[in-house]
């Protein structure tokens, strides 16, 4: 996946906007915003975030500077050392013309030692929201790694990956039916770009009308099971 | 075998519960995942984890276990003691892994499942 490639299979998938959110990294961002700047694309910047508890946290943000902000916390919180490229691969910095700038050595395979709370509430105050990553999955979800999301945790919103649309995921997670559910594809190569795309109700695409949709304010909603 | 008993022969340090550790232990359950330990914890077992966080004593409560050890001295967090106090759930820390702690309260005759 590089900007170019992500931006072209964006617009080619009709998508009005998509969200950067590599693991505890916002470093590919700036890139891949700058390669979608002659385009109608919207790119949400932000990252994935494992707390220390090992569940995985997006945080998305309205600008690059609050994602780079958050990033500056995550970095000074990741605790295991470096990437072993051989075992973990690449983990490649490209400009927006799919050059290779540099490659980032931290571990970004590991956890921080930040506590979801913490991290929740970081990401708040640098004006972004908390979306609970794939809480269906058996692996770094809030769900599987702390038994259930704790009653007090500010999410805007609770992920589902591609395994299930959000009719099951309704029918499955009765208890949370208060928050906004969202499905991503939660890519990791560019045949999955776009596989599991949300349906906003917006007056526009950016990053505040996205808050206004996944709180379902001013008529502004996720649209689920078509209607 | 009283839970005060385990404490006392495995030198763990009690953080919480203290006036609730004259209860049977009979089981007990190594696990970091919540949604598995509500799966398969036992009714009055001792739950050994590196997870500190607050959900923990939800999940004590809920499973109506003897207590929890934290292990490689993990700290509990704030919040989790305030709750685990309120709930007069014995947490616990030793310095031990889960591997080596569990090897040794089996020896005290303390059963996985």
């Known amino acids: 996946m590089t900007p170019q490639k992500i931006v072209a299979q964006a617009q080619r998938l009709k998508l009005g906007m998509i ?11 700036g890139a891949v915003i700058k390669a979608a700047a002659t ?19 997006l945080g998305l943000f309205g600008s690059l500077a609050s994602a780079l902000a958050m990033q500056e916390l995550v970095y000074e919180h990741l605790t295991l050392g470096d990437n072993d490229e051989e075992l973990f691969g690449l983990q490649v910095v490209a400009n927006e013309l799919d050059e290779v700038e540099g490659m980032c050595t931290r571990l970004l395979i590991g956890a921080t030692d930040l506590s979801v709370d913490l991290v929740v509430d970081a990401i708040r105050e640098l004006g972004g929201i908390a979306v609970a990553a794939h809480i269906d999955r058996e692996s770094y979800s809030l769900i599987s790694q702390l038994g259930f999301i704790p009653p007090n945790l500010k999410l805007a919103a609770v992920d589902i990956s591609r395994q299930l649309t ?6 499955r997670f009765v208890e949370y039916q208060d928050y906004a559910f969202l499905s991503t594809s939660d890519a990791h190569d560019l045949s999955q770009l776009g596989s599991n795309p949300v349906q906003l109700l917006m007056a526009g695409e950016d990053f505040d009308e996205l808050v206004l949709a996944l709180a379902g304010r001013d008529g502004r909603r996720v649209i689920e099971n078509g209607d | 075998m ?11 340090q009690v953080v919480t519960g203290e006036n609730n550790l004259e209860v049977d232990v009979t089981k007990g359950y190594c696990s970091d995942m919540l949604s598995d330990v509500i799966g398969n914890a036992e009714e009055g077992g001792l739950w050994l984890t590196i997870q500190k ?9 809920m499973k109506a276990l003897a207590g929890i050890i934290l292990v490689k001295d993990r700290q509990p967090d704030e919040n989790t003691i305030t709750k685990a106090r309120e709930e007069n ?17 089996k020896a005290l005759g303390i059963e996985g499942d």
């Open chain 1, 166 to 171: 959000l009719r099951e995921a309704r029918a």
């Open chain 1, 19 to 29: 969200a950067i959110t590599d693991h505890n990294s916002a470093e590919n961002v």
């Open chain 2, 89 to 105: 759930l014995p947490i616990m820390i030793s310095p031990l892994g889960s591997f080596e702690l569990a090897g040794r309260l």
């Open chain 2, 53 to 61: 966080h607050q959900n923990i004593v939800a999940v004590g409560v």
């Open chain 1, 39 to 57: 385009t109608d694309l919207v790119v949400i910047p932000g990252l994935e975030i494992t707390t220390a508890e090992e569940t995985h946290i």
């Open chain 2, 2 to 12: 009283k839970l005060s008993e385990v404490v006392q022969k495995l030198s763990l």
